[in-house]
T-cell receptor, first 114, second 114 residues
Framework: DTAVSQTPKYLVTQMGNDKSIKCEQN?????MYWYKQDSKKFLKIMFS???????INETVPNRFSPKSPDKAHLNLHINSLELGDSAVYFC?????????????FGPGTRLTVL | AQSVTQLGSHVSVSEGALVLLRCNYS??????LFWYVQYPNQGLQLLLK??????LVKGINGFEAEFKKSETSFHLTKPSAHMSDAAEYFC????????????FGKGTLLTVNP
């Protein structure tokens, strides 16, 4: 049973296209995150949702729009893709009760923009 | 604001040797500290964490870390390296409470030589 899953695992697309990445967690967590890992392996948080409410929104271009239809899902839609968006995007989840801030990560989505 | 500095982007050890990966943090409030490991083409897995209490924390795979407030450090150690320990290691800090944001260091690549 996969705890945090992401689809697709790989995404190759042309500049200017719009694409979405989906994330689902079956851990019963109430908080979900999107992180971006660049080519130098640097990890930076992009967004966080708690109970479907946006609580963290780092300085991310407006072309990136997260959507949380329910507590178990957090999707990331990217408009007008640019070369610099090429990266690995990780979804994560955690619970506000119990093991506070122990975040569980998905396997990542490698996005390549040509 | 919080930050994490990992000294050494690449550490190389021989199999059976001591592993020491350095992490220093900056936080205006008592920190929660984490070490994550990333194997090639995989997501991040929590190795260990410090929140409160005992400053020497033990994690999975024989790793441990010690929180030293006076030195603002949280170095990761393992007495004897194994080939399977080769991976990227990330130190992260959070202020806990209602702030769910994890701030990561830039990572240290550990290679283990036979």
């Amino acid at each position: 049973d996969t705890a945090v899953s992401q689809t697709p695992k790989y995404l190759v697309t042309q500049m200017g296209n719009d694409k979405s990445i989906k994330c689902e967690q079956n851990l019963g967590h109430d908080t979900m995150y999107w992180y971006k890992q660049d080519s130098k392996k640097f990890l930076k948080i992009m967004f966080s949702y708690n109970n479907k409410e946006l609580i963290i929104n780092e300085t991310v271009p407006n072309r990136f729009s997260p959507k949380s239809p329910d507590k178990a899902h957090l999707n990331l839609h990217i408009n007008s893709l640019e070369l610099g968006d090429s990266a690995v995007y990780f979804c994560a989840s955690s619970s506000t009760s119990g093991r506070l801030n122990e975040q569980f990560f998905g396997p990542g989505t490698r996005l390549t923009v040509l | 604001a919080q930050s994490v500095t990992q000294l050494g982007s690449h550490v190389s050890v021989s199999e059976g040797a001591l592993v020491l990966l350095r992490c220093n943090y900056s936080s205006s409030v008592p920190p929660y500290l984490f070490w994550y490991v990333q194997y090639p083409n995989q997501g991040l897995q929590l190795l260990l964490k410090y929140t409160t209490g005992a400053t020497l924390v033990k994690g999975i795979n024989g790793f441990e870390a010690e929180f030293k407030k006076s030195e603002t450090s949280f170095h990761l150690t393992k007495p004897s390296a194994h080939m399977s320990d080769a991976a990227e290691y990330f130190c992260a800090v959070s202020s806990g409470g209602s702030n769910y944001k994890l701030t990561f260091g830039k990572g240290t690549l550990l290679t283990v030589n036979p």
